[in-house]
C-alpha cells in the first residue's frame, strides 16, 4: 500500500489525541515531528525513533520526506504554519479553528490554491459516523425535507488544564473559538452548508478563566431552515449524563470537576504540568487518548444533536442513530458506529489519503473551514454588537460527498 509521509506540527494535546488513529492507518507513516518544547520532541523520539524531529514547523516543512503536514500547533500559528507547508509543496490538515482571523483563513486558502497542495479543515465532530449517517439520511429524502437543527453540549472544558494562549480570546482562545467549530460544522454539513444569518450570545462568567465558557446561538440557512447550537463549558452538568451509559464518558468525575474548582479558587493548580502530563508520553496520556475502550457515543464535547424532518427526528444512539418516526423508534446500528474512538478519528486522514493518493476529492478544504470560522467569528461579533450578522462566505455541501454510502435504516 502507498504510504502518505505525515509530519505533525505541535505535538500537544490536540497532537496526543490523533497519534493513536495514525497509528493505526495503514497508508500513513508519521515521518517527522515539530515542536518548541525540547521535552516533548524527545518524547516522540522515543515512541517513534524512525521519524526526524525538528525544533521549528519551518524545519518540518523544509523536511523534503515530508509529503503532508498535520497542524496541531496552537491556533494564532495555524496560518503562518500553513502557508509554510503550502509554499514547500506540502499537503494540509488544519485544527480547528483553521485561523482567528477571516483574513488569515484568506491567506490559507491563496496559498493552498496557487501552490496545487490540498488543505483540508479538520478535526470536527462533523466527521464522525453518526453525523455523516443523518447528513445521508436527511439527502435520502425518505423522511421528507430538513425542518430545524438543534445542538446543546455541556462540557468541562473549562476545567481541563490551560496554556496561557487559551486563556486569551486575541489568540483564539475560550468556547466559542474552540468549541464552536464542532457544532458550526456540523450544523453546515446537515443543513446543506449555506448559512444566511446568525445571531448569538456569548458568556463570560467563570471568574477564574478570562475568556468566554459559553454561547448560545440561533442561525438560518438560505432557504429558511433554523438551528439553534448551545455549549456551556463550565462542567457543573455534562451532558454524557443525559444517557444511560454516558456516566463514564465525561473526561472528569464530578469529585475531580469539584476538585479543580476549588484549586482554581485557592489559585493553586498548576495547570502546566497537568497539561504536559496529557501530551506525548505524558504520565495521563495513556488514560486520555489510548485506553478507548468502549465505542458508546455519549453526548461529550459536540452534544445531542437532533435533527427535525417533516415526518421524523432523528439524533445519535449509543452506536449508531435512533430515527422516530411514523412507525414509531427505531435505533439502526451504523457501519463502523461501534469502531473505538480511535478509530473514528481517521476521517480526516482517510480524506486526505483519498485525495492526495487516489486523486479524490476533498471535500474539507479550506474553503468549507472559512465558511465554517466565519460563522465562528460572526459568533462573537454579534453578541458584541447585538444584532444579526449576515454570512458571505458560505459553499454548500457538494451532493457526492459520501454519495457512495447508503442512507441508514433503508
Ligand atoms: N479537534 C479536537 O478535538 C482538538 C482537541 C484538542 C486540541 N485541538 C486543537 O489543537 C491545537 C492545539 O491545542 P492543544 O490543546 O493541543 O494545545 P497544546 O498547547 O497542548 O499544543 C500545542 C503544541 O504546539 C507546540 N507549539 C507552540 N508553538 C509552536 C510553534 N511555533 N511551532 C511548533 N509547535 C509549537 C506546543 O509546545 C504544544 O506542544 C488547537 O488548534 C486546538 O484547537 C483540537
Redesign the pocket.
Known sequence: MRKLRVGM???????A?ILPAMEAMEGIDLVAG????PT?LDRFRERYPAAKTHP??RELCDDKNVEAVWI????R??AE?AVLAAERGKHIVV???MATTLEDAARMVEAAERHGVKMLAG??RAFTTPIRAMRRLIASGRHGGLRALNIWAYSDWMLRPR?PD?LDISQ?GGVPF?QGPHQIDTVRLLGGGMLRSLRAQVGQWMTERPIPGYYSAFLEFENGVPATIVHNGHGYFSGAELVPWGEDKSIYTVDQRVAFRKSMRAGARDEASE?QAI?IGGAREQEYFREVSTPAWAPE?MGLAIASLDRADVRQSQTGLFIHDDDGKRDVPLPGGAETAIAQRRAELEELYAAVVDGKPLWHDGRWGMATLEACLAMMRSARERREIMLRHQVPVPAEYDADMPAPGA
Open positions: 506540527i505541535g505535538i500537544g494535546v490536540g497532537g489525541e515539530a515542536d518548541v518544547v516533548t521549528s514547523a496541531s500547533s496552537p491556533n500559528f495555524h504554519h485544527e480547528k479553528p478535526h470536527t496554556t487559551e483564539g474552540r497539561k501530551r464535547d
